[in-house]
């Protein structure tokens, strides 16, 4: 088998990207309209995790109150408080994370600050839906 041109044995190739911060950690934006397969954020899918299973202890009786649960886990009342929080997300914010399609505004540290309580106002804050409140 006979080839007409050579092969190369260097190829360049040029990506337009850009670097970014989102959560803490350095993230390659690639240019619009580029097709990117994101994987859904390690952090914001434990944190979720964490919170469901610590309602699910409270609410199973397992624990009186969210100081003897955060006294158990190690950690401080009010940041279990905050975490809980993550059980009040809208459902279509809590499958974008866990599909790894929310946007770049939705970070762990912006989730544990208070957010709007009604779904759609929370799907308007975080980016995830259109002005019907649908993604």
Same mark, same amino acid.
């Given at each position: 088998?006979?080839?007409?041109?050579?092969?190369?044995?260097?190829?360049?190739?040029?990506?337009?990207?850009?670097?970014?911060?989102?959560?803490?950690?350095?993230?390659?934006?690639?240019?619009?309209?580029?097709?990117?397969?994101?994987? *859904?954020?390690? %952090? !914001?899918?434990?944190? &979720?995790?964490?919170?469901?299973?610590?309602?699910?202890?409270? =609410?199973?009786?397992?624990?009186?109150?969210?100081?003897?649960?955060?006294?158990?886990?190690?950690?401080?009342?009010?940041?279990?408080?905050?975490?809980?929080?993550?059980?009040?997300?809208?459902?279509?914010?809590?499958?974008?994370?866990?599909?790894?399609?929310?946007? *770049?505004?939705? %970070? !762990?540290?912006?989730? &544990?600050?208070?957010?709007?309580?009604?779904?759609?106002?929370? =799907?308007?804050?975080?980016?995830?839906?259109?002005?019907?409140?649908?993604?």
């Amino acid at each position: 088998m006979t080839r007409a041109t050579p092969i190369p044995e260097t190829v360049t190739l040029h990506v337009p990207f850009r670097v970014v911060n989102r959560g803490g950690r350095k993230e390659m934006q690639l240019p619009e309209g580029a097709e990117h397969v994101r994987k *859904p954020g390690n %952090t !914001l899918v434990k944190a &979720l995790a964490r919170a469901f299973r610590w309602k699910r202890m409270l =609410e199973s009786g397992e624990f009186a109150t969210i100081a003897e649960l955060a006294e158990r886990e190690g950690i401080a009342p009010s940041y279990m408080t905050r975490v809980l929080r993550l059980t009040l997300l809208a459902p279509d914010i809590v499958e974008a994370i866990l599909d790894g399609k929310q946007g *770049p505004e939705v %970070t !762990l540290a912006r989730l &544990l600050e208070p957010f709007a309580p009604v779904w759609a106002d929370q =799907e308007k804050e975080f980016g995830q839906g259109d002005e019907t409140g649908r993604r």
